[in-house]
Protein backbone atom coordinates (compact mmCIF):
# COMPACT_ATOMS: atom_id res chain seq x y z
CA UNK A 1 0.00 0.00 0.00
CA UNK A 2 1.26 3.12 -0.90
CA UNK A 3 2.53 5.62 2.26
CA UNK A 4 2.60 9.41 2.34
CA UNK A 5 4.82 10.67 4.87
CA UNK A 6 3.19 11.50 7.69
CA UNK A 7 4.15 11.44 11.05
CA UNK A 8 2.49 10.75 14.32
CA UNK A 9 1.57 14.27 15.48
CA UNK A 10 0.18 14.51 11.71
CA UNK A 11 -1.83 11.25 12.23
CA UNK A 12 -2.56 12.30 15.95
CA UNK A 13 -4.17 15.73 15.04
CA UNK A 14 -6.54 14.19 12.14
CA UNK A 15 -7.70 11.60 15.35
CA UNK A 16 -8.19 14.42 17.50
CA UNK A 17 -10.84 16.07 14.69
CA UNK A 18 -13.04 12.97 15.03
CA UNK A 19 -13.09 13.21 18.76
CA UNK A 20 -13.80 16.96 18.71
CA UNK A 21 -16.10 16.50 15.81
CA UNK A 22 -17.74 13.38 17.64
CA UNK A 23 -21.67 13.69 19.30
CA UNK A 24 -21.45 15.09 22.59
CA UNK A 25 -23.48 12.89 25.41
CA UNK A 26 -26.87 14.93 26.55
CA UNK A 27 -26.13 17.19 29.72
CA UNK A 28 -28.33 15.63 32.69
CA UNK A 29 -28.01 17.34 35.83
CA UNK A 30 -26.83 15.82 38.84
CA UNK A 31 -29.38 13.85 40.45
CA UNK A 32 -31.99 14.29 37.79
CA UNK A 33 -34.51 11.89 38.44
CA UNK A 34 -34.85 8.36 36.44
CA UNK A 35 -37.86 9.29 34.09
CA UNK A 36 -40.24 7.09 31.43
CA UNK A 37 -42.39 8.26 29.03
CA UNK A 38 -45.24 6.74 27.50
CA UNK A 39 -48.64 7.86 25.52
CA UNK A 40 -51.72 6.07 25.68
CA UNK A 41 -54.29 5.45 22.76
CA UNK A 42 -57.94 5.66 24.28
CA UNK A 43 -58.80 3.25 21.39
CA UNK A 44 -57.82 1.60 17.69
CA UNK A 45 -58.93 5.12 16.16
CA UNK A 46 -55.97 6.78 18.30
CA UNK A 47 -52.77 4.91 17.31
CA UNK A 48 -51.41 7.18 15.21
CA UNK A 49 -51.44 10.57 16.98
CA UNK A 50 -50.84 8.88 20.31
CA UNK A 51 -47.45 7.21 18.51
CA UNK A 52 -46.50 10.93 17.02
CA UNK A 53 -47.03 12.43 20.93
CA UNK A 54 -45.30 9.35 22.04
CA UNK A 55 -42.62 10.19 20.06
CA UNK A 56 -42.59 14.28 20.87
CA UNK A 57 -42.98 13.70 24.94
CA UNK A 58 -39.69 11.14 24.83
CA UNK A 59 -37.74 13.65 22.94
CA UNK A 60 -38.89 16.53 24.94
CA UNK A 61 -37.61 14.84 28.52
CA UNK A 62 -34.51 13.98 26.74
CA UNK A 63 -33.44 17.43 26.00
CA UNK A 64 -34.68 18.06 29.35
CA UNK A 65 -31.47 18.50 31.05
CA UNK A 66 -34.10 18.12 34.90
CA UNK A 67 -34.71 14.47 33.58
CA UNK A 68 -32.70 11.92 33.47
CA UNK A 69 -34.71 9.43 30.77
CA UNK A 70 -34.64 5.79 30.20
CA UNK A 71 -34.77 3.61 27.10
CA UNK A 72 -38.11 1.78 28.49
CA UNK A 73 -37.84 -0.27 25.28
CA UNK A 74 -34.84 -1.80 25.72
CA UNK A 75 -36.09 -2.40 29.09
CA UNK A 76 -38.98 -4.13 27.93
CA UNK A 77 -36.73 -6.00 25.37
CA UNK A 78 -34.48 -7.60 28.20
CA UNK A 79 -34.34 -10.93 28.01
CA UNK A 80 -35.32 -10.83 24.45
CA UNK A 81 -33.10 -13.05 21.84
CA UNK A 82 -31.73 -11.07 19.56
CA UNK A 83 -28.52 -11.62 17.23
CA UNK A 84 -27.98 -8.46 16.33
CA UNK A 85 -26.62 -7.63 19.44
CA UNK A 86 -23.93 -9.36 18.79
CA UNK A 87 -23.35 -8.05 15.94
CA UNK A 88 -23.26 -4.72 17.31
CA UNK A 89 -20.64 -5.68 20.36
CA UNK A 90 -18.38 -7.20 17.56
CA UNK A 91 -18.31 -3.76 15.42
CA UNK A 92 -17.71 -1.51 18.40
CA UNK A 93 -14.83 -4.25 19.33
CA UNK A 94 -13.84 -3.81 15.61
CA UNK A 95 -13.89 -0.18 15.38
CA UNK A 96 -11.81 -0.17 18.57
CA UNK A 97 -9.20 -1.90 17.12
CA UNK A 98 -8.89 -0.33 14.03
CA UNK A 99 -8.76 3.32 15.57
CA UNK A 100 -5.91 1.97 17.75
CA UNK A 101 -4.11 0.69 14.24
CA UNK A 102 -4.97 3.74 12.72
CA UNK A 103 -3.29 6.04 14.97
CA UNK A 104 -0.19 3.52 15.15
CA UNK A 105 0.30 4.02 11.59
CA UNK A 106 -0.69 0.43 10.75
CA UNK A 107 -3.00 1.30 8.54
CA UNK A 108 -3.33 -1.70 6.53
CA UNK A 109 -4.54 -3.40 9.63
CA UNK A 110 -6.64 -0.36 10.37
CA UNK A 111 -8.70 -0.79 6.76
CA UNK A 112 -9.09 -4.83 7.31
CA UNK A 113 -10.50 -4.28 10.82
CA UNK A 114 -12.95 -1.04 10.06
CA UNK A 115 -13.77 -3.37 6.89
CA UNK A 116 -15.07 -5.70 8.92
CA UNK A 117 -16.70 -3.36 11.78
CA UNK A 118 -18.99 -1.28 8.66
CA UNK A 119 -19.77 -5.65 7.73
CA UNK A 120 -20.67 -6.13 11.26
CA UNK A 121 -23.10 -2.48 11.65
CA UNK A 122 -24.73 -3.78 8.50
CA UNK A 123 -25.68 -7.06 9.78
CA UNK A 124 -27.35 -5.22 12.76
CA UNK A 125 -29.81 -2.82 11.09
CA UNK A 126 -32.62 -1.54 13.73
CA UNK A 127 -29.96 -1.69 16.61
CA UNK A 128 -27.84 0.68 15.43
CA UNK A 129 -29.56 3.49 17.02
CA UNK A 130 -28.63 7.29 15.72
CA UNK A 131 -25.97 5.35 14.23
CA UNK A 132 -22.99 7.57 15.28
CA UNK A 133 -20.40 4.99 15.22
CA UNK A 134 -21.19 4.04 11.68
CA UNK A 135 -20.49 6.80 10.33
CA UNK A 136 -17.31 7.08 12.71
CA UNK A 137 -16.21 3.84 11.06
CA UNK A 138 -16.65 5.10 7.47
CA UNK A 139 -14.84 8.67 8.38
CA UNK A 140 -11.93 6.37 9.32
CA UNK A 141 -12.57 4.04 6.33
CA UNK A 142 -12.04 7.17 3.96
CA UNK A 143 -9.46 8.98 5.95
CA UNK A 144 -7.27 5.57 6.07
CA UNK A 145 -7.80 5.66 2.16
CA UNK A 146 -6.88 9.24 2.15
CA UNK A 147 -3.69 8.74 4.16
CA UNK A 148 -2.41 5.98 2.09
CA UNK A 149 -2.66 7.75 -1.15
CA UNK A 150 -5.44 6.04 -2.24
CA UNK A 151 -8.15 9.11 -2.66
CA UNK A 152 -10.68 7.35 -4.91
CA UNK A 153 -11.58 4.63 -2.35
CA UNK A 154 -11.69 7.48 0.26
CA UNK A 155 -14.04 9.24 -1.66
CA UNK A 156 -16.48 6.31 -1.61
CA UNK A 157 -16.24 5.76 1.79
CA UNK A 158 -16.88 9.26 2.44
CA UNK A 159 -20.05 9.31 -0.18
CA UNK A 160 -21.46 6.28 2.32
CA UNK A 161 -21.31 8.95 4.87
CA UNK A 162 -23.05 11.53 2.81
CA UNK A 163 -25.37 8.78 2.03
CA UNK A 164 -26.26 8.21 5.72
CA UNK A 165 -26.09 11.83 6.96
CA UNK A 166 -26.48 14.64 4.62
CA UNK A 167 -25.54 16.93 6.77
CA UNK A 168 -22.36 16.09 8.16
CA UNK A 169 -19.47 18.56 7.17
CA UNK A 170 -15.73 18.65 7.94
CA UNK A 171 -14.26 21.44 10.26
CA UNK A 172 -11.48 23.65 8.19
CA UNK A 173 -9.97 24.13 11.62
CA UNK A 174 -9.33 20.42 12.15
CA UNK A 175 -8.94 18.99 8.89
CA UNK A 176 -6.96 20.09 5.91
CA UNK A 177 -8.00 21.43 2.94
CA UNK A 178 -7.39 18.52 0.67
CA UNK A 179 -9.61 16.10 2.59
CA UNK A 180 -11.98 18.75 2.81
CA UNK A 181 -12.41 18.84 -0.85
CA UNK A 182 -12.46 15.47 -1.41
CA UNK A 183 -15.51 15.15 1.17
CA UNK A 184 -17.16 18.02 -0.04
CA UNK A 185 -17.03 16.51 -3.51
CA UNK A 186 -18.75 13.15 -2.46
CA UNK A 187 -20.68 15.04 -0.55
CA UNK A 188 -22.08 17.00 -3.47
CA UNK A 189 -21.97 13.99 -5.58
CA UNK A 190 -24.48 12.38 -3.47
CA UNK A 191 -27.17 15.51 -3.36
CA UNK A 192 -26.93 15.19 -7.03
CA UNK A 193 -28.48 11.88 -7.79
CA UNK A 194 -31.55 11.09 -8.68
CA UNK A 195 -33.80 10.01 -5.58
CA UNK A 196 -36.22 7.62 -4.87
CA UNK A 197 -39.66 6.73 -2.41
CA UNK A 198 -40.59 4.34 -0.51
CA UNK A 199 -44.13 3.57 0.93
CA UNK A 200 -43.56 1.82 4.52
CA UNK A 201 -46.27 -0.40 6.50
CA UNK A 202 -46.22 -2.25 9.48
CA UNK A 203 -47.46 -4.33 11.90
CA UNK A 204 -48.50 -3.89 14.19
CA UNK A 205 -49.13 -0.16 12.37
CA UNK A 206 -48.73 3.18 14.10
CA UNK A 207 -44.81 2.77 14.39
CA UNK A 208 -41.88 4.49 14.53
CA UNK A 209 -40.26 5.14 11.35
CA UNK A 210 -35.97 5.91 11.43
CA UNK A 211 -34.24 6.83 8.30
CA UNK A 212 -30.38 6.51 8.42
CA UNK A 213 -31.09 7.14 12.51
CA UNK A 214 -33.39 10.67 12.14
CA UNK A 215 -37.32 10.05 12.94
CA UNK A 216 -39.37 10.41 10.40
CA UNK A 217 -42.86 9.70 11.13
CA UNK A 218 -45.66 7.15 11.91
CA UNK A 219 -46.97 3.92 9.77
CA UNK A 220 -47.58 3.93 7.09
CA UNK A 221 -45.63 6.94 5.77
CA UNK A 222 -44.20 7.26 2.45
CA UNK A 223 -40.59 8.09 2.68
CA UNK A 224 -39.73 10.73 -0.24
CA UNK A 225 -37.00 12.51 -2.48
CA UNK A 226 -34.38 10.30 -0.51
CA UNK A 227 -31.13 9.85 -2.49
CA UNK A 228 -30.77 6.78 -4.97
CA UNK A 229 -29.36 3.64 -2.63
CA UNK A 230 -29.39 1.35 0.00
CA UNK A 231 -30.53 3.26 3.62
CA UNK A 232 -30.70 2.19 6.81
CA UNK A 233 -34.24 1.99 7.73
CA UNK A 234 -35.62 0.80 11.48
CA UNK A 235 -39.65 0.74 12.61
CA UNK A 236 -40.22 0.58 16.72
CA UNK A 237 -42.86 0.41 18.49
CA UNK A 238 -43.29 0.00 22.28
CA UNK A 239 -43.31 -3.75 23.82
CA UNK A 240 -41.64 -4.68 20.45
CA UNK A 241 -37.75 -5.32 18.78
CA UNK A 242 -36.62 -3.24 16.83
CA UNK A 243 -37.19 -3.99 12.95
CA UNK A 244 -34.31 -2.99 10.23
CA UNK A 245 -33.06 -3.40 7.22
CA UNK A 246 -31.54 -1.65 4.23
CA UNK A 247 -33.53 -0.43 1.67
CA UNK A 248 -33.29 0.30 -1.36
CA UNK A 249 -34.45 3.44 -2.88
CA UNK A 250 -34.75 3.06 -7.00
CA UNK A 251 -35.40 6.61 -8.79
CA UNK A 252 -37.10 4.47 -11.76
CA UNK A 253 -40.24 3.06 -9.35
CA UNK A 254 -41.41 3.19 -6.05
CA UNK A 255 -40.75 0.48 -3.04
CA UNK A 256 -43.20 -1.06 -0.81
CA UNK A 257 -41.92 -2.21 2.58
CA UNK A 258 -43.72 -3.99 5.42
CA UNK A 259 -41.74 -4.48 8.60
CA UNK A 260 -43.14 -6.99 10.77
CA UNK A 261 -41.76 -6.26 14.35
CA UNK A 262 -41.54 -9.31 16.92
CA UNK A 263 -42.85 -9.33 20.25
CA UNK A 264 -40.36 -8.22 23.33
CA UNK A 265 -39.91 -10.66 25.62
CA UNK A 266 -41.74 -8.55 28.48
CA UNK A 267 -44.55 -6.99 25.83
CA UNK A 268 -47.39 -9.30 27.56
CA UNK A 269 -46.85 -8.04 31.10
CA UNK A 270 -46.25 -4.19 29.66
CA UNK A 271 -49.76 -4.53 27.81
CA UNK A 272 -51.54 -6.39 30.99
CA UNK A 273 -49.91 -2.83 33.44
CA UNK A 274 -50.54 -0.45 30.30
CA UNK A 275 -54.09 -1.37 30.09
CA UNK A 276 -55.23 0.02 33.65
CA UNK A 277 -53.88 2.87 33.57
CA UNK A 278 -55.91 4.96 31.34
CA UNK A 279 -58.40 6.91 32.94
CA UNK A 280 -57.93 9.19 36.21
CA UNK A 281 -54.56 10.87 35.38
CA UNK A 282 -56.00 13.79 37.37
CA UNK A 283 -55.21 11.92 40.98
CA UNK A 284 -53.80 12.99 43.26
CA UNK A 285 -52.23 11.16 44.51
CA UNK A 286 -51.96 9.01 41.54
CA UNK A 287 -53.94 5.77 41.59
CA UNK A 288 -51.98 2.32 42.60
CA UNK A 289 -52.22 1.23 39.14
CA UNK A 290 -49.77 4.34 37.35
CA UNK A 291 -47.62 3.59 40.91
CA UNK A 292 -46.54 0.36 40.41
CA UNK A 293 -46.10 0.68 36.60
CA UNK A 294 -43.26 3.20 37.75
CA UNK A 295 -41.71 0.78 40.40
CA UNK A 296 -41.92 -1.83 37.59
CA UNK A 297 -39.94 0.50 35.29
CA UNK A 298 -37.63 1.06 38.45
CA UNK A 299 -38.30 5.19 37.29
CA UNK A 300 -38.74 8.23 39.88
CA UNK A 301 -41.15 10.42 37.69
CA UNK A 302 -43.51 8.50 35.05
CA UNK A 303 -45.37 10.72 32.08
CA UNK A 304 -48.24 9.81 31.14
CA UNK A 305 -49.83 10.86 28.10
CA UNK A 306 -53.65 9.41 27.04
CA UNK A 307 -54.41 10.29 23.91
CA UNK A 308 -58.10 10.10 22.12
CA UNK A 309 -58.27 11.46 17.98
CA UNK A 310 -61.61 12.12 16.37
CA UNK A 311 -61.07 13.54 12.63
CA UNK A 312 -58.61 15.53 12.95
CA UNK A 313 -59.05 16.75 16.84
CA UNK A 314 -56.80 15.16 19.03
CA UNK A 315 -57.46 15.41 22.86
CA UNK A 316 -54.16 14.69 25.39
CA UNK A 317 -53.86 14.60 28.92
CA UNK A 318 -50.67 14.39 30.55
CA UNK A 319 -50.08 13.83 33.95
CA UNK A 320 -45.99 13.70 35.63
CA UNK A 321 -46.21 11.52 38.44
CA UNK A 322 -43.97 11.31 41.50
CA UNK A 323 -43.56 7.53 42.35
CA UNK A 324 -42.29 7.54 45.51
CA UNK A 325 -43.66 9.35 47.56
CA UNK A 326 -46.48 8.66 45.16
CA UNK A 327 -47.49 12.79 44.36
CA UNK A 328 -49.35 14.57 40.99
CA UNK A 329 -46.70 17.15 40.04
CA UNK A 330 -48.10 18.24 37.05
CA UNK A 331 -51.49 17.51 34.98
CA UNK A 332 -52.45 19.38 31.54
CA UNK A 333 -54.85 18.54 28.98
CA UNK A 334 -54.73 20.59 26.07
CA UNK A 335 -56.63 20.09 22.14
CA UNK A 336 -54.84 19.66 19.14
CA UNK A 337 -55.32 19.73 15.19
CA UNK A 338 -53.90 17.09 13.79
CA UNK A 339 -53.29 18.55 10.34
CA UNK A 340 -52.06 21.86 11.77
CA UNK A 341 -49.15 23.78 10.37
CA UNK A 342 -47.55 23.64 13.76
CA UNK A 343 -48.62 20.63 15.47
CA UNK A 344 -45.28 19.10 16.35
CA UNK A 345 -44.11 22.81 17.89
CA UNK A 346 -47.23 22.80 19.84
CA UNK A 347 -46.94 19.59 21.25
CA UNK A 348 -43.81 19.93 22.30
CA UNK A 349 -44.50 23.10 24.05
CA UNK A 350 -47.56 21.11 25.92
CA UNK A 351 -45.16 18.58 27.23
CA UNK A 352 -42.30 21.45 28.42
CA UNK A 353 -45.51 23.24 30.12
CA UNK A 354 -45.72 19.96 32.65
CA UNK A 355 -42.03 21.11 34.00
CA UNK A 356 -42.20 24.80 32.54
CA UNK A 357 -43.72 27.61 32.90
CA UNK A 358 -44.25 27.29 28.76
CA UNK A 359 -47.03 29.27 26.83
CA UNK A 360 -48.32 26.86 24.21
CA UNK A 361 -49.01 28.60 21.08
CA UNK A 362 -52.49 28.91 19.12
CA UNK A 363 -52.96 26.31 16.16
CA UNK A 364 -51.80 27.63 12.64
CA UNK A 365 -53.41 26.41 9.56
CA UNK A 366 -53.44 23.56 7.70
CA UNK A 367 -50.09 22.25 7.27
CA UNK A 368 -48.98 22.51 3.55
CA UNK A 369 -45.57 20.93 3.26
CA UNK A 370 -43.38 22.46 0.42
CA UNK A 371 -40.24 20.40 -1.35
CA UNK A 372 -37.54 20.38 0.79
CA UNK A 373 -39.25 21.24 3.67
CA UNK A 374 -37.98 19.30 6.38
CA UNK A 375 -40.52 19.08 8.87
CA UNK A 376 -41.41 15.35 10.44
CA UNK A 377 -44.71 14.40 8.09
CA UNK A 378 -47.69 12.59 9.92
CA UNK A 379 -49.35 11.96 6.89
CA UNK A 380 -49.18 9.05 4.73
CA UNK A 381 -49.56 9.29 0.41
CA UNK A 382 -52.31 6.25 -0.14
CA UNK A 383 -54.01 4.43 -3.27
CA UNK A 384 -56.69 3.22 -1.56
CA UNK A 385 -57.97 2.51 2.01
CA UNK A 386 -55.40 -0.69 2.55
CA UNK A 387 -52.42 1.76 2.48
CA UNK A 388 -54.19 3.74 5.36
CA UNK A 389 -53.53 2.73 8.94
CA UNK A 390 -56.66 1.69 11.08
CA UNK A 391 -58.88 4.72 12.31
CA UNK A 392 -57.84 6.78 8.89
CA UNK A 393 -59.20 6.27 5.28
CA UNK A 394 -57.51 7.27 1.58
CA UNK A 395 -58.46 11.28 0.33
CA UNK A 396 -58.90 10.46 -3.34
CA UNK A 397 -58.37 14.26 -3.79
CA UNK A 398 -54.92 15.06 -2.00
CA UNK A 399 -53.88 11.44 -2.40
CA UNK A 400 -53.04 11.31 0.96
CA UNK A 401 -54.55 9.25 4.44
CA UNK A 402 -56.63 11.70 6.64
CA UNK A 403 -58.38 10.55 10.10
CA UNK A 404 -61.54 8.82 10.34
CA UNK A 405 -63.53 9.73 13.30
CA UNK A 406 -65.37 6.26 14.17
CA UNK A 407 -69.43 6.15 12.74
CA UNK A 408 -72.03 6.15 15.72
CA UNK A 409 -73.90 3.35 16.99
CA UNK A 410 -76.54 1.88 14.86
CA UNK A 411 -79.82 2.19 16.12
CA UNK A 412 -79.74 -1.63 16.53
CA UNK A 413 -76.79 -0.93 18.46
CA UNK A 414 -78.52 1.87 20.98
CA UNK A 415 -79.20 0.38 24.73
CA UNK A 416 -82.11 1.91 24.51
CA UNK A 417 -83.31 0.09 21.39
CA UNK A 418 -82.94 -3.57 23.23
CA UNK A 419 -84.66 -2.26 26.23
CA UNK A 420 -88.09 -1.91 23.91
CA UNK A 421 -87.28 -5.35 22.59
CA UNK A 422 -86.91 -6.63 25.76
CA UNK A 423 -90.45 -5.07 27.04
CA UNK A 424 -91.81 -5.55 24.16
CA UNK A 425 -91.13 -9.09 24.12
CA UNK A 426 -92.58 -9.66 27.66
CA UNK A 427 -95.32 -7.91 27.37
CA UNK A 428 -96.23 -10.37 24.31
CA UNK A 429 -95.35 -13.04 25.86
CA UNK A 430 -97.69 -11.83 29.01
CA UNK A 431 -100.57 -11.23 26.64
CA UNK A 432 -100.18 -14.77 25.30
CA UNK A 433 -100.31 -16.52 28.68
CA UNK A 434 -103.43 -14.76 29.73
CA UNK A 435 -105.29 -15.68 26.46
CA UNK A 436 -104.48 -18.79 26.93
CA UNK A 437 -105.59 -18.92 30.29
CA UNK A 438 -108.97 -17.53 29.59
CA UNK A 439 -109.58 -19.74 26.63
CA UNK A 440 -109.35 -22.59 28.91
CA UNK A 441 -113.20 -24.31 30.23
CA UNK A 442 -114.02 -23.78 33.51
CA UNK A 443 -113.54 -26.66 35.80
CA UNK A 444 -116.62 -29.38 35.55
CA UNK A 445 -118.23 -27.62 32.84
CA UNK A 446 -119.38 -29.73 29.91
CA UNK A 447 -117.88 -28.89 26.36
CA UNK A 448 -120.23 -29.50 23.51
CA UNK A 449 -119.07 -29.80 19.79
CA UNK A 450 -121.15 -29.51 16.93
Request: proline share 5%; glycine share 8%; aromatic share 10%.
Amino acid sequence: MRLRQLDRTSLGFFTLAFVVLGWPAPRVLAGAPKTACFALPTDEFSQKAASVLGHLVRDNFDRAKEFDLIDARELLNKGSQDSRLESIANAERLLKEGKEQYDNLELDAALEALNKARDEFKKAVGREGSGQKYVETLLFIGASHILSGDSELGAEAFRAVALFDKRKSLDPKMFPPSMIEIFNRAKAEVAASPVGMVQMKSNPPAAEVYLNGVFQGITPLSLAKVPEGAHFVRVEKDGYLPWGQLVEFYATHEERVEATLRPAKGLAQFQKRVKVLRGDLDDDPPKTAVVQFGQWLGVERLVLVEVKQRGSEVTAEAVLAQIEPPKKLAFRTATFDFTSANFLARGDAFFSSLYRDVKIPPSAGIDKKKDGDSKISSVATCNSDSDCAIGEICDKVSGTCIPEAPQGDQFYEKWWFWTIVGGVAVVGAGAGVLTWWLLQPEQGAIEFSF
